[in-house]
Nanobody
Framework: VQLQASGGGLVQAGGSLRLSCAAS????????MGWFRQASGKEREFAAG???????YYGDSAKGRFTISRDNAKNTVYLQMNSLKPEDTAVYYC??????????????????WGRGTQVTVSS
């Protein structure tokens, strides 16, 4: 599976962005998908995820502001980010994994990664 994230950019605090992650391969619909983010000098953290059967999960910082969705016909997963804050500034990565067991939020459990897209929120 190859992943390509896009949609990042510069936005003012309170604004919105929608990230997209396009996946190659015909098995996209059977994979769990996730978004992680990594701020400068910090560890990569789980932001949001969606299972192969469309169950969604969110990190504490994303709850109530971010929405993850997927379009299996387009092999794409989205992350709608609203009410953005300067602390949301990070490189955002999409990830994929076969749904083996549970829905882990640790990087090591995810098999495939995209290159990341920069999100910068100005105050």
């Amino acid at each position: 599976v190859q992943l390509q994230a896009s949609g990042g950019g510069l936005v003012q605090a309170g604004g919105s962005l929608r990230l997209s992650c396009a996946a190659s391969g015909r098995t996209f619909s059977s994979y769990d998908m996730g978004w992680f983010r990594q701020a400068s000098g910090k560890e990569r953290e789980f932001a949001a995820g969606i299972s192969w059967n469309h169950v969604t999960y969110y990190g504490d910082s994303a709850k109530g502001r971010f929405t993850i969705s997927r379009d299996n016909a387009k092999n794409t997963v989205y992350l709608q980010m609203n009410s953005l804050k300067p602390e949301d500034t990070a490189v955002y990565y999409c990830a994929a994994r076969p749904p083996i067991q549970g829905f882990p939020r640790t990087m090591s459990a995810w098999d495939y990664w995209g290159r990341g897209t920069q999100v910068t929120v100005s105050s």
